[in-house]
C-alpha cells in the first residue's frame, strides 16, 4: 500500500502562492489516482484537484481552475499541487488522497472522498487579506 505525506503549507496574503507536495512510499505513484482535497472546520472534504493513473490528466473543481495547477513526477514519487492567486476562501487544511480506483469509475466518483483508501495526514493553508 502506498504511504502519503504532504508538505509545503503556510500563511500568505491575498494573491499569493504555494506549492504543496505529496510524497508517496511504498508503491510507484503512477498507478493510482492521485487527489488534492480540502477541508475547513465543520465541513465535509471537497475535491480541488485530481491527477489520473497512467496517462494523468487531470481535472479541477470551478473554484480553482485557471489557479491551482496539480502536476506528478513520477522519477520523484511526487504529486504537487500549485496554487496561484490565492483567495481567503482557499484556507483549509489539504489533504493528499490515493487509490487504485476512485477515478476509473463513475464520473463523480473522482471527487468522492469515500473512494479514496489512502490518504496523508493534511497541511494548513492559511491565506489572508
Known amino acids: 500500500d502506498v504511504q502519503l505525506v504532504e508538505s509545503g503549507g503556510g500563511s500568505v496574503q491575498v494573491g499569493g502562492s504555494l506549492r504543496l507536495s505529496c510524497v508517496a512510499s511504498g508503491d510507484t505513484v503512477g498507478r493510482y489516482c492521485m487527489g488534492w482535497f480540502r477541508q475547513i472546520p465543520d465541513k465535509e472534504r471537497e475535491g480541488v484537484a485530481g491527477i489520473y493513473s497512467g496517462g494523468g490528466s487531470q481535472y479541477y473543481a470551478d473554484s480553482v481552475k485557471g489557479r491551482f495547477t496539480i502536476s506528478r513526477d513520477s522519477a520523484k514519487q511526487s504529486v504537487y499541487l500549485q496554487m496561484n492567486s490565492l483567495r481567503p476562501e482557499d484556507t483549509a487544511v489539504y489533504y493528499c488522497?490515493?487509490?487504485?480506483?476512485?477515478?476509473?469509475?463513475?464520473?463523480?466518483?473522482?471527487?468522492?472522498?469515500?473512494?479514496?483508501?489512502?490518504w496523508g495526514q493534511g497541511t494548513q493553508v492559511t491565506v489572508s487579506s
Open positions: 488522497a490515493a487509490d487504485r480506483f476512485a477515478c476509473l469509475k463513475e464520473p463523480g466518483s473522482r471527487w468522492d472522498q469515500d473512494e479514496y483508501h489512502h
